[in-house]
């Protein structure tokens, strides 16, 4: 790991560096601790695989288009724990390019949980809202 990302991975909040492709490259203690999942297990594994449909596709949509721009974002997404417990949480994305033999883009999420959220479902509109 390049060692630029790799201080990011001392931070206290969770933090998850994925690739160009959103294939999780290495993740810190706090993310293990927040999802349950650990690094072993999850490393390898595409960032959306903590996906919930409570976190409305545009968000992914304005996601992408910002960093594959090479722009931060932030915003918030529910998703689910290892346990499948829900998580909320408030997150910023940083992509960052690193040069060696080549140009690797490299993606830092960085995120803080939202304790009190609570997230409920308008009745036959099949779409979920998220409350803090």
């Given at each position: ?43 390898g594994k595409k960032a959306g ?15 992408k288009k910002a960093i594959h ?64």
């Amino acid at each position: 790991m390049n060692l630029q990302l790799h201080t990011f991975l001392s931070l206290a909040d969770a933090v998850i560096i994925t690739d160009e492709t959103h294939t999780i490259l290495a993740v810190n203690e706090a993310y293990e601790k927040v999802t349950g999942y650990s690094e072993s297990i999850i490393v390898g594994k595409k960032a959306g695989v903590l996906r919930t449909p409570a976190t409305p596709p545009e968000t992914y949509v304005s996601m992408k288009k910002a960093i594959h721009s090479g722009r931060p974002w932030s915003g918030v997404f529910t998703n689910h724990k290892q346990n499948k417990e829900l998580w909320h949480s408030s997150i910023t994305i940083t992509p960052f390019n690193i040069e060696g033999g080549s140009t690797l883009s490299v993606y830092s999420g960085s995120w803080n949980g939202l304790p009190e959220a609570t997230i409920w479902m308008k009745p036959g509109s099949g779409k979920f809202k998220v409350h803090c």
